[in-house]
Each structure stands twice: as structure tokens, then as C-alpha cells.
């Protein structure tokens, strides 16, 4: 939507303009009204700048920066990381600046604050969103406690792309999963009370597309057609906007050509007029002005003339709103009703945080690494972990065997904790080799960590870590990635265990034959192609953070049972890439029976369409392991599928039951899951999307009934007119363990 830009001459910076907004019966839109008609324009786009120091600067507050608070130029700041310097810039802004506007200081607090949860990517792989509501409150607590009030996240970007250093901060590859902890961070962020100081306001990011960088390179040009946008990256954002989220923030990408800082479609259109989101928008770090090398604005002037026009209202570090939104609404090229929204929305949010009540922080230092947070954060890091590989049972370790602890990230106090924890401090790590040797004591742990760190090269001591495993019962390999490899900016081509972990690997097994735990901890998946057939068991760990080493440890032993599941496909190599499950049929789908591969191919054949299908020669058509999967020490067993009718109208529910039984002799949690398959439709549909997740605990020989709704809000899609419909037609339902499943029944819509 275009705004009409009304001609309006102003003496800047001196006088009080109306809102010029009808006047609202709502009690809130009245506060502002009543605060707004008094604020300058000055102060008006004050509240529009957020104004950013580096993670690391702690030095002296300027005079400055000071000034400008007082003037109220400033609505926000980032990365103020010092209680006294936070009281101070608040107590200026309340009871120096023109109007007192309180500050909102702000943080990235992605995976937890002081007590480090596991990356974003592995909360996902909890499946389980009380569990990560529960980490978001904890980070609230101990952040606001600083003075953080608003915290950068949840990241939503739906990531198919293992290349992409931010997969570790995303959710994953699943539009229902994502949408599912999307709410679940919103609450447990901003808690059910959003003027209680230990409350921290959301923002719903990277709006959007970020994740889908071509190549998976960061920062990259995404194009996504409307109806995959609306049907697979949008909705974890709109669930946040229904769960209450009051910020967006504007990715740094362009979508289909577009910066989304300066796409009105998106941010307008989609985010305001469908969603009805009366929050405030935020822009990327510099992404506002990133615009002109993006090659869309001229220069800063027309950048913050395009993001203002688009529906940015407060701009994240660059200054062009601070520098040019006088002068393009004295010339009348922007209409002072926009800024008069923008400014709108960002104090209807600072009162909704009771900042006018209450602009000071709460100290709750006592609770910052508090026992409780620290269980939770344990607890955290076991449901994250994914079981992939278990041969011959090798895990859980037996009590009486000797171990070898080698590898580079046994003893990584930084690395555990994964990408984005600014606040973290390693010293509060507790790692592998330390939970390992409390429990075992050092007469059955023999440590040899044969390379420093993931990217080492050298292989000078090898021989010591071939030595441990020669005098010990099973190798514990602790590989993966620094946590520096994954993040921002932090792209890979190979997606291998760096630097020489593969070839210590294949010596160990070679050299010693010991079988091999491998336990992985990365901010992706890793490639394992190399090295799959020299490990006996792989235990993928993400980065797990501050209590990596008891959670790793609770695993290996069999305290505690792996319940993690893959919240992506996880590719045979870089070639399959990207790889997800739900992606559509093809019209010539590769089946198991047909597949050729490529030793199968006569020497000479004749040029001839062998197979006929969508495969890789080399790598097939399937991931190694698919979404969903996950090993446990139980067996679930899933039986007894039935469905409440075969034929429905589209208001219809089905009612969907199973069993589930675990056969063995361990206590477990499953998790079920629940797909659908619409087989046609008025654009092709996926093979397979989730519909119902749920994680349920069994006792020994324990069988459980699990019973499901479908209902439209199930069956419906964005259709190429990108209206939400339900189509007829047939339909399956897939139950079990993960995405590869195929236990199913059929039914219609009429
Ligand atoms: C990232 C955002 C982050 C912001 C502030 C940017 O570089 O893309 O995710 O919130 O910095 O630190």
C-alpha cells in the first residue's frame, strides 16, 4: 500500500505536531495520543533510532551518547552490556529527556543468557515447546536482571540448507515444528505479563527468507515464489504474531528482488493488513542502508525514504532515519502520518512493557545461574540430543568398561556453547571430560584429546590418542565444529568434520579396532560420508551448552534416554543439498525398486535414461538419516492405525488413533508424529507435511493410545492465487517415527 504524501511544511525540531491520528477510545491509543501531541519531531524520530555499540564495548559512556538520550534522540539502544551504565542512560532519558521516554535496551539472547541452553537448532530437535518456553523465561529472567528488556529473537527462518551458518539458530526445516516453538519462545520471552520487569519483549526474525540464501551462502539473494513463501516461511511468523509478539525485525535480504527493509509487500501488506500485527518493526543491523549496495536505494536519503515508506519503524544502527526523515517530510515526500504510525507503534509498546511504571531494571542476580536454571538447561541439552547410529547396542557404556576420551571438543568449555551467546562465560562450562571423569573417576578414562581444536591440522598427536584407545574398551570421540564454524557469516562448502578428525578417526579404528562413539557437537549436520562405516555409535550433541558435559554424560551412561529428533534431513553429502522432506513429487519420482546407482551401469552402456527417475547416480534420492529420526534405548513399535471415516466434507474432522508400545526393556519418550499427504491438487503439493507432534512417555512394555484431530486448519494450503483453501480430493495420513514412515490410511475430501 502506497501512503499519499500530503504537502506539510515544518519548522523542524521546534514545535509539537498532532498525531494526526483518529482520536482512539482504546485507553492505550489515548496515553499516546496525549504523549505524542506533546513530542516534537525531534523526539518523534528520536524514537526511531536505535542506536548500537559493538557486543564487545564495555569502555565509558560518551557525553554523546548522553546528549543525545537527553534530547531524546534515542529510542533504543543495543548492546549496553553494564548494569550502571543501563541506570544511568535510563535515569537520563526518564527524568532529563523532554517527554521521558523510557529507553528499551536490547540483546541478542538467542539461546539463553548467563545459563546457556542448546542452540536454537537443537531445542528444536526437543520437540518439545515447554521445554524451550521454559529456557525462554529463564533467559528473561537473568537478562532483564541487566537491563535487556527486548531480546533478538526468536530467529524463525525456516533453514533447508546446512551451508547456511544460521541453520544453527533456526528452528529447522519444518513449517509446523518452527510455527510450534515460534509460540512457545514468544511466551516464554515475553511471559503472560509483559509489564513484569523479568519479562523481555520478543521479535519474530529474520522477516523474511533470510533462510533460504542461494547456496547457503549468508546473506545471499533468496527467490521464493508466493505460494511456497506463504505455505512454508511464513507461517512460524504469523504463529508468532498470534502468540503476541510485539517486534519484527527485517531480515538483510532481498526476496524476489526486494531488500525486505524496503518491501511494503512483506511488511505492510503481509505483516500489518493480513496479520493485523500492531507491534513495531525493527530493521537488521545496517540493513536499511545495506539497501544501497543491494543496488535498490540511491543513496541513504532514499533508503530511509524506502524503509519508512515499507514499514521499518525503528532503524537497528545505521542513522538514516536520524539524518534524512526531517528533510523528506518538510520536502512532502513523506507523509508525516507515517512517521506518526512509526512512532505509534514503538510507544504502544513501551507501555504495554510498563516502562512508564517501571523503567528500571530488577536485579535478580541471585537467580542468574541459579541450580534450577541449570537443571533446566541440563535437562535441555538430553532432549536435544539425536541418537543417529547404535550398532550392536554399543551405548549405553557399561559401567565396568575403560574409556578413551579423545577428540577436540571433550574439553571445549567456549565451543559447547554454541554461536550468539554473548553472555556466556566458559568458566561456568562444565564439559564432557569433566562430567566423564566425576563419574567413572580417572582409573577408567584415559584422555588423549589428539587434536586441540576442530580445525587442527596437525596430526603430531595422534600416536598419544592411539595409545589411550589401545588401552581402553571403547573410544569416546568428541568431534564437530567450533562453535565459531556456524553463526552469522559462517557459511561452509564442505560440511565435513574439520581440519583432520577423519583421518584420526580412520586410524583409530584401523590402529586399534576399538569400537567408536562418536559424539558430535556442531551447529549443523554434519557430512559423514567419510567416516560413517569407522564409527559404531554417533550421538549428535548440537552445542549444548553450559551443561553440554553432565547431559553428554547422562546419555552415554543410560541415565538418561536420547529423545532428540532431527528437525532436518540430514544429507549423505553436500551434493543432495538441499535435501528436505517435504518437497514435492516430481513426475518422475525415484523409487527404491527402480534406482540405479552408479556402479550399476554397464561399462559402454548405451546412452540410455537408466532409471528414468529424480536420483543422484552417486548418492541416491534419500538423506541419510530423514527428519524426524532419532534412536532410543527402547523400541516403540506403532500399530493399530485407524481413521474415523474415509470420506469427509471439508468442515469435517477426522479423528485419527494409533498405539504405540515400547517393547523393550527401557523406559523411553517417543516421539509421534503425524503427516499428511494431499495427492493433488490446483498446484503440485508436498509428498508428506507434519501435522501433530507429540512426545510420550513409556514404561517397559508399555502401550499407549494416541488419538489426533484433523481438521481444516490442517487439510488447507496457499493455492497459485495465494488464497488459503481446502481442496478435494485424496488424501493419506501417515503415522510413526519419523518422515520416512509409511504406515498410512487414505481418505477423501468431498
Ligand atoms: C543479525 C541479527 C542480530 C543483529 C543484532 C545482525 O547482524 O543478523 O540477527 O539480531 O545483528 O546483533
Known amino acids: 500500500m502506497r501512503r499519499l504524501v500530503l504537502p506539510f511544511v515544518v519548522t523542524l525540531g521546534l514545535f509539537s505536531c498532532e498525531p494526526n491520528q483518529p482520536v482512539a477510545e482504546d485507553p492505550l491509543e489515548k496515553k499516546i495520543d496525549s504523549l505524542m501531541s506533546k513530542m516534537t519531531l525531534v523526539e518523534k524520530i528520536g524514537q526511531t533510532a536505535q542506536r548500537g555499540t ?36 535510563q535515569r537520563i532519558a526518564v527524568e532529563e529527556s523532554p517527554n521521558g521516554i523510557p529507553l528499551i535496551f536490547a540483546r541478542d539472547v538467542i539461546h539463553g543468557f548467563k545459563t546457556i541452553f542448546p542452540i536454537p537448532l537443537g531445542q528444536a530437535a526437543t520437540w518439545n515447546p515447554t521445554l524451550v518456553e521454559e529456557g525462554a523465561r529463564i533467559a528473561a529472567v537473568e537478562a532483564s536482571s541487566y537491563g535487556v528488556r527486548w531480546t533478538f529473537a526468536p530467529m524463525l527462518d525456516i533453514a533447508r540448507d546446512p551451508r547456511w551458518g544460521r541453520i544453527a539458530e533456526s528452528p529447522g526445516e519444518d513449517p509446523y515444528l518452527a510455527s510450534a516453538l515460534s509460540a512457545a519462545y514468544v511466551r516464554g520471552f515475553q511471559s503472560e505479563d509483559l509489564s513484569d520487569p523479568t519479562s523481555m519483549v520478543a521479535c519474530a526474525k529474520h522477516f523474511v527468507g533470510y533462510g533460504a540464501a542461494e547456496g547457503g551462502r549468508d546473506y545471499n539473494t533468496a527467490v521464493i515464489h508466493e505460494s511456497l513463501l506463504r505455505n512454508v516461511y511464513l507461517p512460524p511468523f504469523q504463529k508468532a504474531v498470534e502468540a503476541g509478539v510485539q517486534t519484527f525485525m527485517s531480515g538483510f535480504n532481498e526476496l524476489n528482488g526486494i531488500p525486505v527493509s524496503g518491501s511494503e509487500f512483506l511488511l505492510d501488506q503481509v505483516l500489518r493488513q493480513e496479520w493485523g500485527f500492531d507491534g513495531f518493526v525493527v530493521s537488521d543491523w545496517n540493513s536499511v542502508t545495506e539497501m544501497i549496495a543491494h543496488g535498490y536505494c540511491k543513496d541513504e536519503k532514499d533508503a530511509a525514504f524506502k524503509a519508512a515508506r515499507a514499514g521499518v519503524d525503528m532503524e537497528m544502527t545505521s542513522q538514516s532515519f536520524e539524518n534524512y526523515l526531517q528533510e523528506l517530510i518538510s520536502e512532502g515526500q513523506l507523509d508525516i502520518n507515517q512517521l506518526n504510525r512509526m512512532v505509534r507503534a514503538i510507544l504502544r509498546v513501551k507501555f504495554r512493557m510498563g516502562l512508564f511504571d517501571q523503567p528500571y531494571r530488577v536485579d535478580n542476580e541471585e537467580l542468574i545461574l541459579s541450580e534450577n536454571h541449570l537443571r533446566k538447561a541440563q535437562d535441555a541439552a538430553i532432549q536435544s540430543m539425536v541418537l543417529l547410529k547404535n550398532e550392536n547396542d554399543l551405548l549405553p557404556l557399561k559401567s565396568t568398561q575403560k574409556f578413551a576420551v579423545i577428540g577436540p571438543l571433550a574439553e571445549a568449555p567456549l565451543d559447547q556453547l554454541g554461536t550468539w551467546i554473548f553472555d556466556g562465560d566458559k568458566e561456568n562450562s562444565v564439559t564432557s571430560l569433566t562430567a566423564l571423569n566425576e563419574i567413572f573417576g580417572n582409573g577408567q578414562i584415559n584422555f588423549s584429546q589428539g587434536l586441540d581444536y576442530s580445525r587442527d591440522r596437525s596430526k603430531a598427536n595422534f600416536d598419544k590418542a592411539i595409545m589411550a584407545a589401545q588401552q581402553s574398551d571403547v573410544v569416546l570421540f568428541f568431534g564437530g565444529e567450533e562453535a565459531i564454524l556456524s553463526g552469522e557469516a559462517h557459511s561452509r562448502a564442505h560440511i565435513n568434520l574439520p581440519g583432520v578428525q577423519e583421518d584420526l578417526l580412520k586410524e583409530l579404528k584401523k590402529k586399534t579396532k576399538k569400537p567408536i562413539v562418536l559424539v558430535i557437537q556442531a551447529g549443523r549436520p554434519i557430512v559423514l560420508e567419510n567416516i ?219
Request: proline share 5%; glycine share 8%; charged share 25%.
Open 54 to 89: 559493538s557486543s564487545r564495548v564495555k569502555g565509558k559512556l560518551s557525553d554523546d551518547l548522553k546528549n543525545a538520550v537527553r534530547e531524546g534522540r534515542i529510542g533504543s539502544l543495543i548492546n549496553v552490556m553494564n548494569k550502571e551504565f543501563v541506570d544511568e542512560l
Open 532 to 750: 560413517i562405516s569407522e564409527v559404531d555409535a554417533i550421538l549428535m550433541a548440537w552445542h549444548p551448552g553450559t551443561m553440554a558435559g553432565p547431559a553428554i554424560a547422562d546419555i552415554l551412561t543410560g541415565k538418561a534416554n536420547p529423545s532428540g529428533r532431527l528437525p532436518v534431513s540430514w544429507p549423505k553429502s553436500v551434493g543432495q543439498i538441499p535435501i528436505y522432506y517435504n518437497h514435492k513429487q516430481t513426475g518422475r519420482p525415484a523409487s527404491q525398486e527402480s534406482f540405479v546407482g552408479i556402479d550399476d551401469i554397464p561399462i559402454g552402456a548405451w546412452q540410455s535414461s537408466l532409471g528414468n527417475e529424480s536420483h543422484y547416480l552417486d548418492d541416491g534420492f534419500e538423506p541419510l538419516y530423514p527428519f524426524g529420526f532419532g534412536l532410543s534405548y527402547s523400541k516403540f513399535i506403532y500399530t493399530d492405525l485407524n481413521i474415523s471415516s474415509d470420506s469427509l466434507g471439508k468442515h469435517d474432522e477426522l479423528t485419527v488413533t494409533f498405539e504405540i508400545t515400547n517393547s523393550s526393556k527401557n523406559e523411553g519418550v517417543e516421539v509421534a508424529q503425524l503427516y499428511l499427504r494431499d495427492h493433488y491438487g490446483s498446484i503440485t503439493r508436498p509428498v508428506k507435511e507434519l501435522k501433530k507432534f507429540k512426545r510420550v512417555a513409556l514404561k517397559p512394555k508399555d502401550k499407549v493410545k494416541v488419538e489426533w484431530t484433523i481438521d481444516k486448519s490442517d487439510l488447507e494450503y496457499y493455492n497459485a492465487e495465494n488464497k488459503l483453501v481446502v481442496e478435494p480430493g485424496q488424501f493419506s495420513v501417515f503415522v510413526g517415527a519419523n518422515a520416512n514412515t509409511t504406515l498410512k490410511k487414505d481418505f477423501w475430501i468431498k
